[in-house]
C-alpha cells in the first residue's frame, strides 16, 4: 500500500531564506507526483507537477525534484516570501490507478518577515 | 476561465439528517473527484468520474455516502443519516482526464454535523 510522508510537519523560517521541503513515497511505481499550497480556509493549489519520467519541474522561485527510485521528491523555495506561508502538500498518482492521488498531510510552513 | 466552483461554502447539520454537496467541475473537464479533509487529517479520497465510464467509488466510508454525476458536469455528493464523524471539508476537483492528468481543486464545502 503506497503511502506519502512529508517531513518536517512544520517549519519556521526569517523571510529571504532558502528552504527544502520533503516528501517520501513507499511505493516507486507512480505516475506522477504533485505539489500543492493550501491557504488557511481554501481549496488547493497545484505548484509542480512532475511526471515519472522527469526529474524536476521549475516555476518561478519553485523547484521540485523526483528520484522515483528513492521514493523522494523536495520542493525548493527560493528566496521565501511572508506571501509564500501556507501548507504545502504532496501527493502521487499510482502507476496502477493513475487518476488518484495519494496525499502526504502536509507542511505548515511560516515565513517570519 | 471559472475555476471549479462548490456550494455551499459551509454547511451545519444535525445528527441524523441528510445533505447534498455541489460541484461545478471546469467546463470541458471530464473527470471529477471527490476528497474528503478531516481536521488534523490528510486528505481522502472518496469518488472518482471520468466520462460514461463507472465511477471509482472504492474510497467512500459507508454506503451513507452516494454520488452522481449528470450529464457529465455537475455532481451532487449526498451523505444521509449524517454522523458527528462525517464533519470535514469536501474538497472536489476537475481534470481534463488526459495525460498527465493535473487535478484542479474547487475552495471546498466545510461540513459541520451536531
Known amino acids: 500500500k503506497q503511502e506519502v510522508t512529508q517531513i518536517p510537519a512544520a517549519l519556521s523560517v526569517p523571510e529571504g531564506e532558502n528552504l527544502v521541503l520533503n516528501c517520501s513515497f513507499t511505493d516507486s511505481a507512480i505516475y506522477n507526483l504533485q505539489w500543492f499550497r493550501q491557504d488557511p480556509g481554501k481549496g488547493l493549489t497545484s505548484l509542480l507537477l512532475?511526471?515519472?519520467s522527469q526529474r524536476e519541474q521549475t516555476s518561478g522561485r519553485l523547484n521540485a525534484s523526483l528520484d522515483k527510485s528513492s521514493g523522494r521528491s523536495t520542493l525548493y523555495i527560493a528566496a521565501s516570501q511572508p506571501g509564500d506561508s501556507a501548507t504545502y502538500l504532496c501527493a502521487v498518482s499510482p502507476a496502477s490507478r493513475n487518476y488518484q492521488l495519494i496525499w502526504g498531510a502536509g507542511t505548515k510552513l511560516i515565513i517570519k518577515p | 476561465g471559472a475555476g471549479v466552483s462548490q456550494s455551499p461554502s459551509n454547511k451545519v447539520t444535525e445528527k441524523g439528517k441528510d445533505v447534498e454537496l455541489r460541484c461545478d467541475p471546469i467546463?470541458?473537464?471530464?473527470?471529477l473527484y471527490w476528497y474528503r479533509q478531516s481536521l488534523g487529517q490528510g486528505l481522502e479520497f472518496l469518488i472518482y468520474f471520468q466520462g460514461n465510464s463507472a465511477p471509482d467509488k472504492s474510497g467512500l466510508p459507508s454506503d451513507r455516502f452516494s454520488a452522481e454525476r449528470t450529464g457529465g458536469s455537475v455532481s451532487t455528493l449526498t451523505i444521509q443519516r449524517t454522523q458527528q464523524e462525517d464533519s470535514a471539508v469536501y474538497l472536489c476537483?476537475?481534470?481534463?482526464?488526459?495525460?498527465?492528468?493535473?487535478?484542479?481543486f474547487g475552495p471546498g464545502t466545510r461540513l459541520t454535523v451536531t
Open positions: 512532475i511526471q515519472s
Open positions: 467546463s470541458g473537464h471530464t473527470a
Open positions: 476537483a476537475s481534470s481534463s482526464g488526459t495525460t498527465p492528468y493535473e487535478q484542479y
